[in-house]
């Protein structure tokens, strides 16, 4: 347990969004509304907001429209408007530029220029809006619930997680490179459950993807289904298939322009504050990848860019992921 997990600089409680900038606003919303099941709070000024049906705050997830697809930011919330202040201050104590920023549906929001790259938002509040998760006779595709995390590729994935860490971040699990203990995966979390965000070992900083809960495995294959019948069928990158960090069942998509989203059951909870964390080798690969085919070429290399941030290198994702 890291020493500010308990006690950290101001206190985030859980990823809470991702801004996607997106070519074609209409068909990233059929995209996301069919076969996804995510449900659109409004479109306004060429920008739609969606969330999962277990959600009630306005978005976890905003398309922008622009001739360019990448990433905006990384959204966390945090437990209080004075958290916000402490942030500020937190930032400006170390060098790192910060900004406040207006975003609909959001209460007052503070954006950070994280030294990894990294682009960051937080916010203490969203508008309420109903959940809708016993609308049934609504439901859409794989009908996600709620966002879970997010996984970048970062090329210090020790450096940047102490940063992480030292913002009160907690490693849930970890993998380490067997000859040299290097830390190259990095499952880090807020909330009880084993990733509010992932780094992964490879050229960056890259949004890998975002993952968002599914109710059931029937889920997952109702949204294959689907993706064949809007004809993006090649675009179940990868699985169903389980992770052995997390415990999770997964399945990959890639979305209109590329950018990836993945579906996980339910996963295990870390309840206590002294759980310790997991340790994984890549040695151990057939327990990080358990069973199923190896992960095809695209899934390691390809990635979105954060918006307007230069990649510092090129190459493929670190070998745990290779299998
Ligand atoms: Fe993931």
Redesign the pocket.
């Known amino acids: 347990m890291t020493d500010t997990y308990l006690t950290p600089p101001f206190r985030i409680t859980r990823i809470s969004h991702v801004v996607m900038r997106v070519r074609d606003l209409d068909a990233s919303v059929r995209f996301y509304t069919g076969l996804a099941g995510l449900v659109e709070t409004t479109r306004e000024d060429g920008a739609a907001y969606l969330r999962g049906i277990e959600e009630t705050s306005h978005h976890s997830l905003v398309l922008i429209r622009d001739d360019t697809p990448s990433c905006d930011c990384l959204g966390f919330r945090v437990l209080a408007d004075s958290d916000l202040d402490a942030a500020e201050a937190y930032f400006a104590a170390l060098g790192v530029s910060t900004e406040w920023t207006e975003r609909l549906g959001q209460g007052r929001t503070l954006s950070v220029n994280h030294p990894s790259g990294l682009r960051l938002e937080l916010t203490a509040s969203m508008t309420r809006v109903p959940r809708t998760l016993t609308d049934y006779a609504t439901r859409k595709g794989g009908a996600v619930l709620r966002l879970n ?1 997010a ?1 970048v590729i970062v090329p210090d994935v020790d450096g940047t997680g102490s940063g992480f860490e030292a913002m009160g971040f907690r490693a849930a699990e970890v993998i380490r490179q067997a000859d040299t203990g290097q830390r190259i995966g990095l499952f880090l979390h807020r909330k009880n459950d084993p990733h509010d965000l ?1 780094l992964a070992l490879g050229a960056g900083p890259r949004l890998h ?1 975002f ?1 968002y809960i599914v109710g059931d495995l029937q889920a997952m294959f109702r949204a294959c289904d689907i993706a064949g019948e809007m004809g993006c069928g090649s675009e179940v990158e990868r699985g169903p298939g389980r992770h052995g960090p997390g415990n ?1 069942a ?1 399945v990959y998509f890639r979305d209109p322009d590329g950018h990836r989203i ?1 579906f ?1 059951l339910p996963p295990m909870q870390f309840m206590d504050a002294d759980e310790p964390t997991a340790v994984w080798s890549t040695e151990e690969k057939h327990k990080i990848v358990p069973w199923g085919q190896p992960a095809p070429q695209r899934w390691r290399e390809e990635a979105t860019s954060f918006t307007g941030v230069q990649v510092s290198q090129e190459g493929a994702l670190a070998r745990w992921v290779a299998t």
């Open positions: 995390h996984q992932v993807h993952s999770s997964f993945e996980i």
